[in-house]
């Protein structure tokens, strides 16, 4: 699945360098799968430095699929899904935005955290907030 959500990326990769790539990480769980941050992290030690503006407009345009010009966290919990990470929806926006003081993901500076949101009122991210990711 990770070589799958990498070439939907944009990347060449065979299955068994994508299997390689994680474990090698040391990010997959017992049953075999690959939380999103590791998913990120993975894919950052893959490009090195290769990140471009075409890279990042690639992977939004993933999350994108009905091209609105905005993500939201169930376009996100979606990917995830296909990489095999269950997550609701409030657990992609902790992920996100951070957890607040409850766990309403409003992390600690108000909707996003850390000094001011991640994500538009409707908790949708556009493409300017996904690259501040």
Same mark, same amino acid.
């Given at each position: 699945?990770?070589?799958?959500?990498?070439?939907e990326l944009?990347?060449?990769?065979?299955?068994?360098?994508?299997?390689?790539?994680?474990?090698?990480?040391d990010?997959?769980d017992?049953?075999?799968?690959l939380?999103?941050?590791?998913?990120?992290?993975?894919?950052a030690?893959?490009?090195?430095? @290769?990140e471009? !503006?075409? %890279?990042?407009?690639?992977?939004?345009?993933?999350?994108?699929?009905? $091209?609105? &010009?905005?993500?939201s966290?169930?376009?996100?919990?979606?990917?995830?899904?296909?990489?095999?990470v @269950?997550?609701t !929806?409030? %657990?992609?926006e902790?992920l996100?935005?951070?957890p607040g003081?409850? $766990?309403? &993901?409003?992390?600690?500076?108000?909707?996003?955290g850390?000094?001011?949101?991640?994500h538009g009122?409707?908790?949708?991210?556009?493409?300017?907030?996904?690259?501040?990711?």
């Amino acid at each position: 699945r990770l070589a799958t959500a990498m070439r939907e990326l944009g990347e060449d990769i065979r299955d068994r360098d994508a299997m390689r790539l994680a474990m090698d990480s040391d990010a997959v769980d017992m049953q075999g799968r690959l939380g999103f941050s590791s998913f990120v992290a993975i894919m950052a030690n893959y490009v090195e430095g @290769r990140e471009t !503006e075409e %890279d990042l407009q690639a992977a939004f345009r993933f999350l994108d699929k009905q $091209g609105r &010009g905005v993500i939201s966290f169930h376009d996100i919990q979606r990917a995830l899904g296909l990489m095999g990470v @269950r997550m609701t !929806e409030r %657990d992609v926006e902790d992920l996100v935005c951070g957890p607040g003081p409850t $766990g309403s &993901g409003a992390g600690p500076g108000g909707a996003g955290g850390g000094g001011g949101p991640r994500h538009g009122p409707n908790g949708e991210i556009s493409f300017a907030q996904f690259v501040q990711l």
